[in-house]
Each structure stands twice: as structure tokens, then as C-alpha cells.
Nanobody, 126 residues
Framework: QVQLVESGGGLVQAGGSLRLSCAASGRTFSSYAIAWFRQAPGKEREFVAAITWNGGNTYYADSVKGRFTISRDNAKNTVPLQMNSLKPEDTAVYYC???????????????????WGQGTQVTVSS
């Protein structure tokens, strides 16, 4: 069983950048697809980005496409999320989530993802 821990959140001005990291424990991380979700106050948790187990496919919400980049380093058991051109509406708690799968596709719904981290706060000021 893999455990996930997010880091890298903070306060940034609009237009700035942050790099989140999802660190995983466990020797089976390389068999896990990983996703990032976020939840803003008073809103439902929403999909942000995902990457398949081998990094072969990546997926993005339309709201972040072209600004956010997901990648993975299986040697270091990490999945960074590079966030550029941040907007106030990106303010949320960001969660990483995982599922053990070697399929070349993933689903963007919360119920698909079986392992979750505790989240990291991202605040973008205007």
C-alpha cells in the first residue's frame, strides 16, 4: 500500500508560480497512476491533472491546461505539479491521489482514486 504526502503549497501573487510535490512511500509506486485534485471553500473537489503509471499519458482539466504540468520521477517516488500563471480562482486545498493500475488511461472522478494524501493549501492573491 502506497501512502501519499503533498508539499509545496503556500501564498503567491496572481501570475506567479508554485511547484507542488506528491511524495509516495512504498515499493509499488511505479505501478500507480497519480492524480491531483483540488477543493476550494464551499465547492466540490475537482480534478486537476493526472499521469499514468509510466508517465506515458497525462490529463488536464480545461481550467489548468497550458498553465499546469504534471510529471513523475519513479526513481524518487514523486509526482510534481508545476503551476504557472496562477489565478485567484486556483486557490484551494490540493490533494494527490493514487490508484494501482498499469492501464494507459485513467478516470477523472474521485471514486476511481483509492489512496489520498492530506492536502496542501494554495492561496493566490489578486
Amino acid at each position: 500500500q502506497v501512502q501519499l504526502v503533498e508539499s509545496g503549497g503556500g501564498l503567491v501573487q496572481a501570475g506567479g508560480s508554485l511547484r507542488l510535490s506528491c511524495a509516495a512511500s512504498g515499493r509499488t509506486f511505479s505501478s500507480y497512476a497519480i492524480a491531483w485534485f483540488r477543493q476550494a471553500p464551499g465547492k466540490e473537489r475537482e480534478f486537476v491533472a493526472a499521469i499514468t503509471w509510466n508517465g506515458g499519458n497525462t490529463y488536464y482539466a480545461d481550467s489548468v491546461k497550458g498553465r499546469f504540468t504534471i510529471s513523475r520521477d519513479n526513481a524518487k517516488n514523486t509526482v510534481p505539479l508545476q503551476m504557472n500563471s496562477l489565478k485567484p480562482e486556483d486557490t484551494a486545498v490540493y490533494y494527490c491521489a493514487g490508484r494501482a493500475t498499469r492501464l494507459d488511461d485513467v478516470l477523472r472522478v474521485q471514486g476511481y482514486w483509492l489512496t489520498w494524501g492530506q492536502g496542501t493549501q494554495v492561496t493566490v492573491s489578486s
